[in-house]
């Protein structure tokens, strides 16, 4: 039986390889290979001399290996060769081999934890607050009087200073393309300093298990040229048009509603707990990363948040289906 099976196990095997292996990208949206900073370079530098290191010994040891099964395989009817016990020079050898191989693995890679450990920041350096909520981020930019949430901006080739701040329980920052991950811990502070290097987005996602909504704790960084950038910040900084039509009756609805307890609107509302919502329309994606920004899914979205994502802090407001299509034509317009 086992016999029979074993070719329909391999290849069994084969195929399911194949199927996992064709959800492989080098640079997919949360590859960890993609160098887009300073910091994940630094990072890759260390796992590009580990895998060599650890490819070539493999090599010489299979190879090694095989020489050995065929040289030394025994003839039949043979007689047990010589025993031998202990060999001082061959001990020694393989004594002294790992100590240096782990040698060369051990200086870069203590060299590149205290580097990115580093407190110190570069002058200039743009500073953001990240602040990790159940379940989503919020970016404050201290020094531009800016605050967003989801998304984070940052300018290409600048040194960014992320502090990590946690309001609720423990998270951990991880956007793959820019370097490692780090633990957002109430009480803690935590700080990764970076210089983004690749223009383009970024994807991020929460590490560390937060809660039912942990999964649908993304996040994504747009790294801009500096002019981009700027003009994205006077963006943020400017008010958004007066609402009209519907969606003036959506604000009146918003004004009115549970949502200024939690969100805030500049000139509208100024509650804290939730994301800000200013500018929530010039967001690709709503619900931390999770569906694509459109009237539709806000309306879907205040009308039943706890279908589109388990445990969501946000209350069911009771709205009827036209109260929801007028707040999602509100909040949509705010860009
Ligand atoms: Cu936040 Cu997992």
Redesign the pocket.
């Known amino acids: 039986m086992l016999v029979r099976c074993g070719p329909l196990v391999a290849r069994l095997a084969v195929a399911a390889l194949l199927v996992l292996a064709s959800g492989c990208a080098w640079d997919g949206p949360m590859s960890t290979v993609v160098r887009g900073s300073d910091f994940n370079r630094a990072i890759l530098r260390v796992y590009t001399i580990i895998t060599w290191a650890t490819g070539i010994i493999g090599l010489v040891v299979f190879v090694v290996l095989g020489y050995i099964l065929m040289r030394f395989r025994r003839p039949p009817d043979t007689r047990l060769p010589a025993q031998i016990r202990g060999n001082t020079l061959l001990e020694l050898g393989w004594t002294i081999m790992p100590a240096i191989v782990l040698l060369v693995i051990a200086i870069p890679t203590i060299q590149i934890i205290f580097r990115t450990q580093t407190q110190g920041a570069p002058a200039g350096a743009l500073r953001v607050t990240v602040r990790?909520w159940?379940?989503w981020w919020e970016f404050r930019y201290p020094d531009l009087d800016v605050v967003t949430a989801n998304e984070l901006h940052l300018p290409v080739g600048r040194s960014v200073v992320l502090e990590l701040e946690g309001p609720d329980?423990i998270?951990?920052f991880w956007v793959p393309h820019l370097g490692g991950k780090r633990d957002v811990v109430p009480g803690r502070h935590n700080r990764i300093v970076l210089t983004p290097e690749t223009p383009g987005l970024h994807w991020g996602q929460?590490?560390?298990?937060?809660?039912a909504s942990?999964a649908n704790?993304g996040m994504r960084v747009l790294v801009q040229p500096a002019a981009e950038f700027d003009a994205w910040v006077a963006g943020q900084k400017a008010t958004p048009p007066e609402p009209t039509g519907a969606a003036a009756d959506g604000q009146a609805i918003f004004a009115k509603s549970a949502c200024v307890g939690c969100h805030t609107i500049a000139g509208v509302s100024a509650g804290v707990l939730a994301p800000n919502l200013t500018h929530f329309g010039g967001r690709s994606t709503l619900a931390a990363g999770m569906w694509p920004n459109t009237p539709d899914n806000v309306a879907a979205w205040v009308r039943d948040p706890q279908r589109l994502k388990p445990g969501v802090k946000m209350p069911d407001l009771g709205l009827t289906e036209e109260q929801a299509k007028a707040v999602a034509a509100y909040l949509t317009g705010l860009k």
């Open positions: 990790a159940q379940w329980v998270h951990s929460c590490a560390e298990f937060c809660g942990h704790m």
